[in-house]
């Protein structure tokens, strides 16, 4: 079964606007990772944020964590057409080596 | 460098028979997983190796569902008697180490299509 819900389910913005997506989940985890999928294509790896870690940034990418309320954020900033793409937040139980994913976010950026 | 290679890409299959799906992880990698995606879904784990030996194998559906890697590289999953419920995308994905905060590398999966 699924761990965790994303928010939007489908998300469409201008090219240049910031894009929000957030992740829910369910149990004590290690760490929660975000991920990106073309269609037809497998998952691209963007970012990891453990569990004692609040924040990160990669690029335009910004991650934010909060285990109070097992709730995860991913921000892209002025995003791109090429940025098209389905988002899945994965969770990694603590104890655990696979990945639960959540429902996804279908991502559609308008030149 | 090479990615996670998976073939066939596309596998089509009437309702009854048994197939096999391969992977190749990225070398040298020593955990290797399975997920199964649903059209629309998150992927959802089927089964994790540590090189050779199947450590974690509560995913998988049903006893129908098996999957190997006897030289800790390549792994298959085999699917006996499939049914039209088995019809999704397969994914295998790799990571360096066995330790819990890495990510893993996934490959283009395999789309099983039972008829």
């Known amino acids: 079964s699924q761990q965790g819900e994303e928010d939007p389910q489908a998300l469409s913005i201008q090219e240049g606007e910031n894009a929000t997506m957030n992740c829910s989940y369910k149990?004590?985890?290690?760490?929660l990772q975000w991920y990106r999928q073309n269609s037809g294509r497998g998952l691209v790896h963007l970012i990891l944020?453990?569990?004692?870690?609040r924040e990160k940034h990669s690029g335009r990418l910004r991650v934010t964590l909060d285990t109070s309320k097992k709730s995860s954020s991913l921000l892209i900033t002025a995003s791109r057409a090429a940025d098209t793409a389905s988002y899945f937040c994965?969770?990694?139980?603590?104890?655990?080596?696979?990945?639960?994913f959540g429902t996804g976010t279908r991502l559609t950026v308008i030149p | 460098g090479a990615g996670v290679s998976q073939s066939p890409r596309y596998k089509v299959a009437k309702r009854g028979q048994d197939v096999a799906l391969r992977c190749d992880p990225i070398?040298?990698?020593?955990?290797l997983f399975w997920y199964q995606q649903a059209l629309g879904q998150g992927p959802e784990f089927l089964t994790y190796?540590?090189?050779?030996?199947?450590?974690?194998k509560s995913g998988l559906p049903s006893d129908r569902f098996f999957a190997e890697r006897p030289e800790g590289s390549v792994s298959t999953l085999k699917i006996q008697r499939t049914q039209q419920e088995d019809s999704a995308v397969y994914l295998c994905?790799?990571?360096?180490?066995?330790?819990?905060?890495?990510?893993?590398?996934f490959g283009d999966g395999t789309r099983l299509s039972i008829l």
């Open positions: 944020i453990r569990s004692n870690e």
């Open positions: 070398s040298g990698h020593v955990s």
């Open positions: 994965a969770t990694m139980e603590t104890g655990a080596n696979n990945l639960f």
């Open positions: 994905a790799s990571s360096p180490i066995a330790m819990s905060n890495q990510p893993q590398h």
């Open positions: 190796f540590q090189n050779e030996a199947q450590l974690d």
């Open positions: 149990t004590s985890i290690n760490n």
